[in-house]
């Protein structure tokens, strides 16, 4: 449809600020102007799902009454009415936003509002009123909330309401719910995993002291200037930062209608994609997602796991500072990691790259052709790293904390709980090292056990049957075939070392040798790391 006179556009300044909300309405306003000077009209106010970008909605659009046709006699008399029209429709517009921006934060809510649960993850359907939930004043809350928009613009937002775990535990909450799905009035959804919304701490956190947990909300009352300034407001979901900028403004569903719980399993965002470009002395390292409005893009470069708290690497919507986004410039060699977090879906998995300067990987792999392959392969993915000076020290060995790690990363350990301090296997792991992450998760998924004084002797340099033990059980590999004799492992090593053999992980000629009944391995002495990359880099590929 298209507006050819101003008047229609007023109509929509009694409801612009229900659109100011998300990300898209810049880019949306650009579009609009756009169109209007090019003489194509106005086109319907939509929204999409994302909450960035126009969505088609439900609404009656927005139309014009068909224009007469001219008389042929009047035609140059009006040849200037389609330039006044441009001219008029702009300044519309632009009354339009400038009232709408004036207005969003007022208090804008009708008496009759209703907020409805259901869904196959809750036990029933319940419908609250405006009145119903202005009377659970015995678990209403106030809390103040730090909000980022994607542009990004960091603001505050003091609000009254309900909890929404409590909202969710009047409809019966199932222990089986995953998805979460909001409706707006106006047709807006939004979908958010229950792990991010309701089962991960999220908080508020000032311009200066401590951090605050706060709940994700229902609220009712708002304000941008204290508590004492509440007012009541339209129905809206709200909810803190897991990390301090997180752009968690885009999730905030204003005119909240229906919540509706699934017991779905969530998507999973694709991985980040790298795109490099340079020369031998420096590299230009781009990071890509095919959703890269939909998604923020966490990064490392000391080979580290990404997270929350990650350098973010797509700091504004591609629509509004495209020039914020700036490539890496990477001038050594460095392992890049990142990952894709956003709403409605669980966090990609880690990619991994590697840029080497200075020509290849490693210099120092001649004489290792056999393991050449593997070690690149998984510098590559950021799962093992050199030792400087674009060395690997094939022939060198590597202590039990380094191999766990490398398996942790390989398999993007993270435990389920808490470390405890102390703990039998592991007594003397300090956890907030750069390998206690991986040892917990090792123990918590029965990958390693520690000696039976109830140390774990990181720093003990890995054995190669300790290396195949563990190896083994990370896989959860079983036997394969018959039954061989081996020779040159302890008792307790052997049964590991035959369903090790019988799955081919182990290099033979290098770890492995063969005799006239089995096999021999040489499992006392220290393993190289040569050989981890070659058995881990088999595992990962069984």
Not at 130 to 149: A, P
Not at 376 to 403: C, H, Q, W, Y
Not at 432 to 442: D, E, K, R
Request: charged residues 20%; glycine residues 10%.
């Amino acid at each position: 449809m298209k507006l050819t006179g101003a008047p229609g556009v007023l109509q929509l300044i009694a409801r612009i600020h229900v659109y100011m909300n998300g990300g898209f309405f810049v880019k949306q306003v650009r579009i609009w102007l756009g169109r209007i000077i090019q003489g194509d009209g106005f086109p319907v106010l939509k929204r999409r799902s994302s909450g960035m970008q126009p969505r088609a909605t439900a609404k009656q659009p927005i139309s014009a009454k068909p224009a007469v046709a001219a008389k042929p006699a009047a035609a140059k008399a009006t040849s200037a009415v389609p330039a006044l029209v441009k001219v008029v429709s702009v300044a519309a517009v632009v009354a339009a936003i400038t009232v709408g921006i004036y207005f969003t934060g007022a208090p804008v809510y009708a008496a009759g509002e209703t907020l409805t649960i259901k869904g196959d993850g809750v036990d029933k359907t319940v419908t609250f009123s405006r009145s119903d939930l202005e009377g659970l004043k015995s678990v209403m809350q106030q809390h103040c909330y730090s909000t980022t928009n994607n542009y990004p613009t960091n603001k505050t937002e003091y609000a009254a309401g309900v909890p929404l775990m409590y909202l969710l535990q009047q409809a019966g909450l199932k222990d089986s719910a995953q998805m979460i799905t909001v409706t707006a009035t106006d047709g807006y959804k939004r979908e958010f995993t229950l792990r991010e919304l309701l089962r991960t701490t999220r908080y508020y956190f000032p311009t200066s002291g401590d951090k605050q947990t706060v709940p994700a909300m229902v609220s009712l009352k708002s304000s941008a200037s204290g508590f004492n300034n509440l007012e009541n407001s339209e129905l809206k979901l709200i909810m803190g930062q897991r990390s301090r900028g997180e752009q968690n403004n885009p999730w905030i569903v204003k005119y909240l209608s229906t919540i509706e719980v699934s017991t779905r399993k969530p998507a999973k965002w694709a991985e980040v994609t790298f795109s490099k470009s340079g020369g031998s002395d420096a590299v230009t390292l781009q990071l890509q997602h095919e959703s890269i409005d939909l998604v923020k893009i966490y990064y490392t470069t000391d080979g580290s796991t990404p997270t929350l708290e990650s350098k973010m690497y797509n700091v504004s919507a591609s629509y509004f500072q495209p020039q914020l986004n700036q490539p890496l410039t990477i001038d050594k060699t460095t392992v890049v990691k990142a990952i894709a977090i956003g709403a409605g879906r669980e966090d990609s998995s880690v990619a991994s790259i590697t840029v080497s300067i200075g020509g290849e990987t490693f210099k120092d792999l001649a004489g290792y052709e056999w393991a050449k392959p593997a070690i690149e392969d998984l510098a590559g993915k950021g799962i093992l790293s050199g030792v400087g000076d674009n060395r690997f020290d094939p022939a060198g060995g590597l202590t039990r904390a380094m191999f766990v790690t490398m398996l942790g990363r390989a398999y993007n350990g993270k435990a389920t709980t808490t470390p405890t301090k102390g703990i039998s296997g592991a007594s003397d792991v300090d956890f907030n090292t750069w390998y206690g992450p991986y040892v917990w998760w090792a123990i918590e998924k029965g990958i390693v056990s520690g000696y039976p004084d109830g140390t774990f002797k990181p720093m003990n340099m890995l054995t190669v049957e300790e290396m195949i033990v563990i190896t083994v059980r990370a896989g959860g590999l079983k036997t394969v075939g018959g039954a061989m004799v081996v020779t040159g492992v302890s008792s307790w090593a052997q049964p590991f070392v035959i369903i090790a053999e019988s799955n081919k992980i182990l290099e033979r000629g290098h770890i492995s040798i063969a005799t006239g009944s089995g096999i021999t391995v040489s499992g006392k002495n220290q393993a190289r790391r040569a050989e981890a990359a070659v058995t881990l880099h088999r595992l990962l590929n069984k």
